[in-house]
């Protein structure tokens, strides 16, 4: 069965560092999301994408954060510089419809990203 | 801003009890989704409900979508201890003005089936 996969599964990075997290969407798919979760918080919603730019982002997808999709397959998330509160599970997601009767969103493993 | 609220928060049962879990917002919804996440693992799709009045079933888990579309529930039959886990609600807002499909999760209901 077709699935989101991200990589890594770990992130370990400094504070002021750039990182790139990286997916891979279910392949028929058109729309693209970014999540996160805070440890012990809900899952909240980044940033949406599609035909190659963004539709929507949250007050937390500041000018730190991009997306991008290189190659029509690969979709990354980009944080420039690093704070201690950007740590948490960062997880993609990605469905055919995007349209709000049809909006089945499957979900990737999750990057856990730590900020020292 | 929509809000998500799912009750209870926690809940500790014994293998072969039944249990609800409820998901309600003032808002409204056009569709709804219940995920199960394992811990350190992305939330995985249950099962998406869409008109006012629905129910699905998944086995022992049966999910009805409210008649306005602004609350849900997820009832299991018998749980055994393969259903402990968080489960989260989701949903798209029907007043979306941009469209785009951006799920606004409840904060879970974590569930533990003794044996």
């Known amino acids: 069965e077709p699935e989101v996969t991200q990589t890594p599964s770990h992130q370990v990075t400094q504070m002021g560092q750039e990182v790139i997290l990286r997916c891979v969407p279910i392949?028929?798919?058109?729309?693209f999301y970014w999540y996160r979760q805070i440890l012990g918080q809900k899952v909240e919603f980044l940033v949406s994408?599609?035909?190659?730019?963004?539709?929507?982002k949250s007050e937390i997808f500041d000018d730190q954060f991009s997306v991008e999709r290189p190659d029509g397959s690969n979709f990354t998330l980009k944080i420039r510089s690093t704070k201690l509160e950007d740590s948490a599970m960062y997880f993609c997601?990605?469905?055919?419809?995007?349209?709000?009767?049809?909006?089945?969103?499957?979900f990737g493993p999750g990057t856990r990203l730590t900020v020292l | 801003t929509q809000l998500l609220e799912q009750s209870p928060q926690f809940l500790s049962i014994q293998e072969g009890e039944n249990l609800t879990v409820y998901c309600n917002s003032s808002?409204?919804?056009?569709?709804l989704q219940w995920y199960r996440q394992e811990p350190g693992e992305g939330p995985v799709l249950l099962v998406t409900?869409?008109?006012?009045?629905e129910v699905k079933k998944l086995k022992r888990l049966t999910f009805q979508f409210g008649d306005a579309r602004k609350d849900s529930s997820l009832h299991i039959t018998a749980a055994q201890p393969g259903d402990t886990g968080l489960y989260l609600c989701?949903?798209?807002?029907?007043?979306?003005?941009?469209?785009?499909?951006?799920?606004?999760f409840g904060q879970g209901t974590t569930l533990q089936v003794k044996p």
């Open positions: 409900v869409v008109t006012g009045g």
């Open positions: 989701a949903a798209t807002p029907l007043d979306d003005p941009s469209n785009t499909g951006k799920l606004i």
């Open positions: 997601a990605s469905s055919y419809w995007g349209l709000p009767l049809e909006n089945e969103q499957f």
């Open positions: 994408f599609y035909n190659n730019e963004i539709s929507e």
């Open positions: 392949s028929n798919h058109l729309y």
């Open positions: 808002s409204v919804f056009s569709s």
